[in-house]
């Protein structure tokens, strides 16, 4: 059973940063889709970015383009994305997901299988 447990959540002001880390518990899934998804307080759970060893790295929403990087780092087992010029709007629990249906990166939370507990990202002043 692959866990998932993020970390690196906060409060931060606008115009500030965070790096969110995934620490996935299975070596060999690093030829496996790993996501960032968000959801915000009554919006749907949204696709951020995703990066596999085989598909590389995909920005899923134009609106962090430019402004969040996913990388992995193989030797921890880690999945990080890094958070620049944040904004009220990004404020969100922030999920990451694996999937063992593929090994592309795909948009449809319902592609993925394996989800950490979320951690809550908020922007304000």
């Known amino acids: 059973q692959l866990q998932l447990v993020e970390s690196g959540g906060g409060l931060v002001q606008p115009g500030g940063s965070l790096r969110l880390s995934c620490a996935v518990s299975?070596?060999?899934?690093?030829?496996?889709?790993i996501a960032w998804f968000r959801q915000a307080p009554g919006k749907q759970r949204e696709a951020v970015s995703c990066?596999?060893?085989?598909?590389?790295?995909?920005v899923f929403t134009d609106a962090v383009k430019g402004r969040f990087t996913i990388s992995m780092d193989i030797a921890k087992s880690t999945v990080y994305l890094q958070m620049n010029s944040l904004k009220p709007e990004d404020t969100a629990i922030y999920f990451c997901?694996?999937?063992?249906?593929?090994?592309?990166?795909?948009?449809?939370?319902?592609?993925?299988?394996?989800w950490g507990q979320g951690t809550q990202v908020t922007v304000s002043s």
């Open positions: 299975d070596l060999t899934w690093d030829y496996y889709p």
């Open positions: 997901a694996a999937s063992s249906k593929t090994h592309n990166c795909l948009v449809s939370s319902y592609d993925y299988d394996y």
């Open positions: 990066i596999s060893r085989r598909a590389g790295a995909t």
